[in-house]
């Protein structure tokens, strides 16, 4: 014959089971909120990461992988990551701007910037310097007209979030003729043979382990509570 669960056992699993289904529900709730924000991407008109799937024409995407490696615009803070514009310089004038990109990666890798001027804006191009800095080290320092397919930074191997710092400016030698012209470009990051994530993947079995912890240990709970309930009125 079987015997009655004990009121003081029960209590004391209805106590346990209460905080088991609060701690995971503080988990499930934090590992949720820390994947957003790993996972979260900018989005600005025309920058973005470029892919080697990427057709012409395409949006281009904030976040891309290559193996086990993947890189995504940063919304670190509202003054990162804006579309770059600039007008009505004037010689000796400069404006910088900061763009943020987060790179997970197991081994070494190599991140590639560019900078495109969209068309109708060459003018200035002509004139226009930009200087292109990561951690303090200068990438490149010359004319937008002039700049190389790609600007790169070798990362060894962990995760990195690379600030890049983006200043344009004209020498006091420029001539009148430059002095109205407005200049927008977009800015591209990637690594080799990157394809677009969409939408950026991340772990997932975290969610699932506790979100399973969280119906299981509710679920006991709920039932527990109407036994002592259904033994309270007998």
């Not at 669960?5 to 905080?19: C, D, F, P, Q």
């Not at 506790?210 to 109407?226: E, F, N």
Request: proline share 6%.
């Amino acid at each position: 014959m079987r015997q009655p669960i004990r009121s003081s056992t029960v209590k004391r699993l209805i106590v346990v089971l209460a905080i088991l289904l609060a701690l995971s529900l503080a988990a499930l709730c934090a590992v949720r909120y820390y994947g957003r924000q790993a996972g979260r991407a900018a989005e600005v008109p025309g920058n973005g990461i470029q892919t080697a799937a990427q057709p012409a024409g395409a949006p281009v995407p904030t976040a891309a992988r290559t193996g086990k490696v993947t890189i995504r615009l940063y919304d670190r803070s509202p003054e990162y990551n804006r579309e770059f514009s600039v007008t009505n310089m004037f010689p000796g004038d400069a404006e910088t701007q900061n763009d943020c990109v987060q790179v997970d990666h197991k081994g070494d890798v190599t991140v590639h910037f560019r900078a495109e001027v969209r068309p109708g804006y060459e003018k200035l191009a002509e004139v226009l310097k930009l200087r292109v800095s990561v951690g303090g080290s200068v990438l490149y320092d010359g004319l937008m007209a002039e700049m190389p397919a790609a600007v790169d930074t070798l990362l060894p191997a962990g995760s990195d979030t690379l600030d890049y710092q983006l200043t344009a400016y004209l020498d006091t030698s420029v001539g009148n003729p430059y002095m109205y012209q407005q200049l927008v470009a977009d800015f591209y990051w990637w690594v080799a043979d990157s394809e677009e994530l969409a939408p950026p993947t991340g772990d997932t079995m975290q969610p699932l382990l506790w979100g399973a912890v969280v119906l299981v240990s509710g679920a006991a709970l709920t039932v527990l509570l109407r036994r002592r309930r259904e033994v309270s009125h007998d």
